[in-house]
């Protein structure tokens, strides 16, 4: 079975500090790795995703996230938050050969002014 | 225009009613999903179609049952309405069954059930 560990529900954060958002999975397969973003009352947004070759993946909004295989890890990063980017982050894991996305129960990032 | 929009954007209902949510994409995908995210966060699949085809059925009560029209749309009706059937429940379209694709969500549909 696989599973997904955010492990921090709550992280706050002053306005241009740099953030990590922690994520680790546990699969027997090979996975594809997602982070979406979700705003207060709208839907999750795609943010990056890593299918294969360059561990670092750059998405929209100047996060980007690094494929740790050893580690199983897939942690979401950005070097100068806003006020703006204050929403639910959701780490995701799809197994390959399945139609299935594992979600993360969600990070809470919260930047302060 | 809205990629992926559900109706109604909040649901208030007593438990025993018969209740349907609707989801419609314009993006032209082939594949649609339901998804439950509870009260703590959690999201959790519950339905998959694809070209109007039922692929993923996880282990949802019978009370729940997804019904695709045509390939744009894809809605939900669940009878018999429980108070732990309180959640928000997102639609979601992808262009194919591949998760490496990426899912467009809808914008949720909060049920409460008094």
């Known amino acids: 079975a696989q599973s997904v560990t955010q492990l921090d529900s709550q992280v706050p954060v002053f306005e241009e500090a740099p953030v990590e958002l922690r994520c680790n999975y546990s699969?027997?397969?090979?996975?594809?790795l997602f982070w979406y973003v979700q705003y207060p009352n709208q839907g999750l947004q795609l943010l990056l995703k890593y299918l294969s070759g360059s561990t670092l993946v750059k998405g929209i909004n100047g996060f980007e996230a690094e494929f740790n295989k050893s580690q199983t890890s897939f942690h979401l990063r950005k070097p100068s938050v806003h006020i703006s980017d204050t929403a639910e982050y959701f780490c995701?894991?799809?197994?390959?050969?399945?139609?299935?996305?594992?979600f993360g129960t969600g990070t809470r990032l919260k930047v302060l002014a | 225009d809205t990629a992926v929009s559900q109706t109604p954007k909040y649901l208030v209902t007593q438990m025993g009613n018969d209740k349907s949510i609707k989801c419609e994409q314009n993006l032209g995908h082939d594949t649609m999903y339901w998804y439950k995210q509870d009260s703590k966060k959690f999201l959790k699949i519950m339905f998959s179609?694809?070209?109007?085809?039922?692929?993923i059925n996880e282990t949802v009560p019978n009370r729940f049952s997804p019904k695709s029209p045509d390939k744009a749309h894809l809605n939900l009706h669940i009878n018999s309405l429980e108070l732990g059937d309180s959640a928000v429940y997102f639609c979601a379209s992808s262009p194919g069954q591949g998760f490496q694709y990426g899912y467009t969500f809808g914008s949720g549909t909060r049920l409460t059930v008094v």
């Open positions: 995701a894991v799809s197994p390959r050969g399945t139609y299935k996305y594992i």
């Open positions: 179609y694809n070209n109007k085809e039922l692929i």
């Open positions: 699969s027997s397969v090979s996975v594809y």
